[in-house]
């Protein structure tokens, strides 16, 4: 997904670094900027579906790759912790597949796809 945010309080040489390679995880990368004062800048972000920005809203450099860092670690969690329940209705029904074990299932392939998503920017 693409959004076009502005970035304060950010030098050339970091939106350069952001531009030419992406963020250090590659959750996101600028796809085209223009500075428009000394210290701000607008920019053309690719991201994650999942990384709620609001088109035209001014951000902090740190604090949007905060924001994609943040995201990543919750889907992170949320996968683990539907595991675990996962394994919790697999153990209590040996053998027979249940409509709440199949739920969870569901649920942990569309976490797995988000943080798919959210990785592979």
């Given amino acids: ?3 076009t945010i502005y ?4 030098s050339m040489n970091s939106i350069n670094i952001l531009f030419s390679q992406g963020d250090i995880n ?12 000394a210290d701000r800048c607008k920019a053309l972000i690719r991201h994650s579906i999942d990384v709620e920005l609001t088109e035209n809203r001014t951000y902090t450099l740190d604090g949007f790759l905060a924001r994609c860092e943040t995201k990543l670690d919750k889907l ?7 595991e ?18 199949d739920s ?6 569309k976490v797995k796809e988000q943080i798919k998503q959210l990785s592979n920017i």
């Fill in 1 to 3: 997904m693409e959004t």
């Fill in 7 to 10: 970035i304060r309080k950010c």
């Fill in 26 to 37: 590659k959750n996101a990368s600028i796809k085209s900027y223009k500075f428009v004062s």
């Fill in 76 to 82: 992170k969690r949320k996968l683990s912790d539907l």
């Fill in 84 to 101: 675990s329940k996962l394994y919790y209705e697999q153990s209590r029904q040996i053998g027979f597949s249940t409509r709440r074990e």
């Fill in 104 to 109: 969870i299932k569901e649920r942990i392939e």
